[in-house]
């Protein structure tokens, strides 16, 4: 598949001020490197205050959105672009906003029967939640507008609970998510176009499948497909295609899920998914027989047909 012009003027945005800034810029540098290869003009912005004016200065047939986190994923540069009028690749201004948002899609994965987590929300400045109000531990706590396992605390007793949300008084984002913690294998599904792409397992070397586990200690092993029975791995992908459609999400996504096999829950839906020599999507991709740089122009193609 190639898009309709061989040699577009692509901007690709990456960087940003989120916590995932470093993955942005390797996600960038990679994309950046296969529009090259595909013979695509490209610029660079790390966004800022001066993003329209850097956009007025490169006038992109297209932008590529690299970035990942708050600013990124969340709708707000995908309102940007729409008040530009630029074509973008990944999903539309509600479907990262509501996506990024982890209690808000956790309500929207509800009414059409997929399987969350036991879970509340705290937001910082408010009483410390009674045991009455928390679901059974033990627990995870996640900030619910962060990706990347950012921020990822995992909790046993409620003295630990107590003094994890203490630490988060004074630092970081305002609201949080309290979920049973669920023990099990952790499978991603990816979504392109309405179509199941395929499916990858991770396992990391300890403990959970955090930004440390991601992204620095590099010891985790990938399993595509997963190592689990096949009806498992068709019931989580009925399951993010249903994620997507009822998110309103376009182009690629990443659905997460954790399951012990007779158990599943959804993580999260990522609408614009990492693109490092880590990440998981280009795995799934490549066992579908899409190279790298395929990926890239069918998510280019995909941009240009829907926005």
């Known amino acids: 598949m190639t898009t309709q012009n061989p040699s577009l003027k692509i901007t690709v945005l990456s960087g940003g001020p989120s916590a995932e800034r470093d993955v942005s810029l390797q996600t960038g540098a990679a994309i950046i490197e296969a529009l090259q290869q595909l013979g695509h003009r490209v610029e660079v912005i790390d966004p800022d205050h001066r993003l329209f004016d850097r956009l007025s200065e490169t006038n992109p047939d297209l932008v590529f959105i690299a970035l990942h986190g708050t600013y990124g994923e969340d709708g707000v540069i995908q309102g940007c672009l729409e008040w530009f ?64 396992s950012v921020g990822l ?11 994890v949300l203490s630490n988060k008084e004074t630092s970081g ?44 200690r590099g010891d985790t092993q990938y399993y595509c497909p997963p190592r689990l029975p096949s009806e498992v791995i068709s019931r989580l992908e ?25 158990c599943d829950i959804v993580l999260e839906l990522n609408t614009l998914p990492g693109m490092t020599s880590s990440s998981l999507v280009p795995k799934v991709a490549a066992a579908r027989g899409v190279s790298f740089n395929g990926l890239i122009e069918r998510m280019i193609a995909a941009a240009l047909k829907d926005k």
């Open 85 to 148: 009028g630029v074509p973008y690749t990944g999903s539309g201004v509600k479907s990262s906003a509501i996506a990024m948002d982890k209690a808000l899609s956790r309500t929207l994965f509800e009414s059409v029967q997929i399987p969350v987590a036991a879970g509340a929300v705290w937001r910082v400045g408010s009483a410390l939640p009674t045991p009455q109000e928390l679901p059974p531990k033990p627990w995870i706590v996640k900030p619910t507008n962060e990706g990347s």
């Open 153 to 163: 605390d995992q909790c046993s007793t409620g003295a630990q609970l107590a003094q």
């Open 173 to 216: 984002p305002r609201e949080w998510l309290i979920e049973s913690f669920i023990e099990g294998v952790e499978v991603s599904v990816v979504i392109f176009n309405h179509e199941i792409w395929g499916s990858v397992e991770i396992a990391p070397s300890q403990g959970i499948y955090d930004f440390d586990a991601k992204y620095v």
């Open 238 to 262: 009925d399951y993010a295609l249903r994620a997507y459609k009822v998110l309103e999400c376009e182009g690629v996504c990443r659905v997460d899920f954790i399951t012990d096999q007779s």
